[in-house]
């Protein structure tokens, strides 16, 4: 049974940084794009930043600049770099993966989300 667990959130005051965790765990055989979302009280889920296998990057306009996703395949782990924190950043942040496991198709896995939290 696969797990995306993620980790780093927290409070931090408008202008600074957090570095958020997602590590894959289980019986995984592969993964492909990997991704960050966010949701605020109130609204929808939306898409933060994606990563494909090959490590070609998509963000939202909203976080052009300030944000980095990366991966590192050896640990089934993505991170998002946040600097220059807002606080309409504000919200649970979610990784999800494409992930294959043995005699099966890929599907998309989540994690429980994290609470980041800009605010002075």
């Known amino acids: 049974q696969v797990q995306l667990v993620e980790s780093g959130g927290g409070l931090v005051q408008p202008g600074g940084s957090l570095r958020l965790s997602c590590a894959g765990s289980g019986s995984i055989f592969k993964i492909n794009a990997m991704g960050w979302y966010r949701q605020a009280p109130g609204k929808e889920r939306e898409l933060v930043a994606t990563i494909t296998s090959g490590g070609s990057t998509n963000y939202a306009d909203s976080v052009k600049g300030r944000f980095t996703i990366s991966r590192d395949n050896a640990k089934n782990t993505v991170y998002l770099q946040m600097n220059s924190l807002k606080p309409e950043d504000t919200a649970v942040y979610y990784c999800?993966?494409?992930?294959?496991?043995?005699?099966?198709?890929?599907?998309?896995?989540w994690g429980q989300g994290t609470q980041v939290t800009v605010s002075s």
């Open positions: 999800n993966a494409e992930i294959q496991v043995y005699r099966a198709q890929a599907q998309d896995y």
